[in-house]
């Protein structure tokens, strides 16, 4: 973790070779127990721009807590089964089911594997599991569903859906006697509705609260916003490294401070490789880079040697990834300027599969994301 402006951020790199990864690779072994920078929290929640990797990003942080021997829930709630996709499973129900275990860590007594379960909320469901928990209506709740009124309930006022889907998660963190049959978890984490909903999404029950003013509704509302708001709540926030996304992290971190909800890290996503230094970047800007020795350097390779096209591609792309890099870096400052701990993911060649995701969670866990 960096906080502030502090140094450039710690980055995953140097740890390991950024590309070099084969997709049925066994998990690495993560060897190193992790110094957690939110050993209270029990609900992360996993926010950004649209696209920036939230999904991603809340999976490898389940498999890192999980690593850590916790048992750890991941849910969804914006019905698209990311999560299905991602561990290469049928789409999930409305049940939590057993997904994956944590990293291997090290051998010894008290360092075993954790369980990550997935949970997809829906709204209709978490309304008849609702109405059945506190009113019995077994069956009746399934005829209200036939009749179409559950789905009218859900989405004929704005706010309802969000109400019932933080409801749901509430009960997963602070689960308790009434719930028999279900696992205790040692930790939450919530794959969030973007970065422009986060606010109004964790604050409804705050203005239901408001609304109901006495009554079971107002006291409900009341413990969820109290969770919401407490230490044991995180809010973490992807970006990259670009203009819109950093910007739009900078207002959503304005916005929670606002509505007084807790703000976690800055996770940083698909992070370029930075494996070139300052003046091979700026004569690759430039267009200054040694093309003899890159011929040389082809031909010791056995690479078509003499090729000039292959050589002219190879600068061109240079070029672009000095200039790309140069945005990254300027973007880079203004991240560690939003003063919360910051962690760094790189961008895996070829995408993410499950041995990607175990990957990028032993980098998290390195960083010190994780509880
Ligand atoms: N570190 C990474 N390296 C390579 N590819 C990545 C990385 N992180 C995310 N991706 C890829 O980027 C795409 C978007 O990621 P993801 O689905 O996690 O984003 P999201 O923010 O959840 O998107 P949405 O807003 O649609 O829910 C996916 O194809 C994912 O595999
Ligand atoms: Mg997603």
């Known amino acids: 973790m960096r906080h502030g402006a502090s140094p450039p951020l710690r980055t995953a790199l140097g740890a390991r070779p950024y590309a070099a990864r084969v997709s049925d690779t066994p998990a690495p072994e993560s060897a190193e127990p992790c110094r957690p920078d939110w050993p209270r929290v029990r609900l992360h929640v996993v926010t950004g721009k649209g696209g920036t990797g939230k999904s991603t990003v809340a999976a490898a942080l389940a498999l890192a807590l999980a690593s850590e021997g916790r048992n750890v829930l991941l849910c969804e709630v914006e019905g698209r089964q990311g999560i299905a996709r991602m561990f290469d499973v049928d789409p999930l129900p409305y049940e939590e089911r057993r997904i994956a275990t944590g990293l291997p860590g ?173 003046d091979d970047l700026d004569a690759a800007r430039a267009g200054t880079l040694d093309r003899a020795a890159l011929h040389a350097d082809l031909a010791e390779a056995g690479v078509a040697a003499g090729d000039d096209a292959l050589v002219d591609g190879l600068l061109a792309e240079a070029r672009d990834h000095a200039e790309r890099r140069a945005l990254e870096d300027s973007q880079r400052k203004l991240v560690a300027e939003l003063g919360v701990p910051t962690y760094e993911l790189p961008r895996l060649a070829g995408g993410v599969d499950l041995g990607g995701l175990y990957e990028l969670a032993a980098d998290l866990k390195r960083q010190g994301l994780c509880s």
Do not use: C, W
């Open 106 to 278: 090290r051998d010894g007594p008290g360092n075993h594997r954790g369980v990550v379960h997935a949970l997809h909320v829906d709204a209709e469901s978490a309304l008849l599991e609702y109405l059945s928990m506190y009113y019995k209506l077994g069956r009746a709740g399934k005829a209200l569903d036939r009749f179409g009124v559950i789905e009218f309930a859900t989405t004929i006022a704005p706010g309802v859906r969000d109400v019932l889907l933080t409801g749901k998660v509430y009960e997963a963190v602070e689960r308790n006697s009434r719930n028999r049959h279900a696992v205790r978890y040692d930790a939450v984490v919530l794959d969030a509705p973007p970065t422009g909903r986060i606010t109004q999404f964790l604050n409804v029950n705050n203005e239901l609260a408001g609304l109901a003013k006495v009554g079971p509704i107002k006291s409900q509302a009341d413990n969820v916003m109290t969770l919401f708001r407490s230490p044991r709540t995180a809010v973490h926030l992807v970006t990259v490294l670009e203009e819109m996304p950093v910007q739009e992290t900078s207002d959503g971190i304005a916005d929670l401070h606002r509505a007084r909800l807790p703000v976690g890290g800055v996770v940083v996503n698909l992070v370029r490789p930075r494996d070139l230094d300052k």
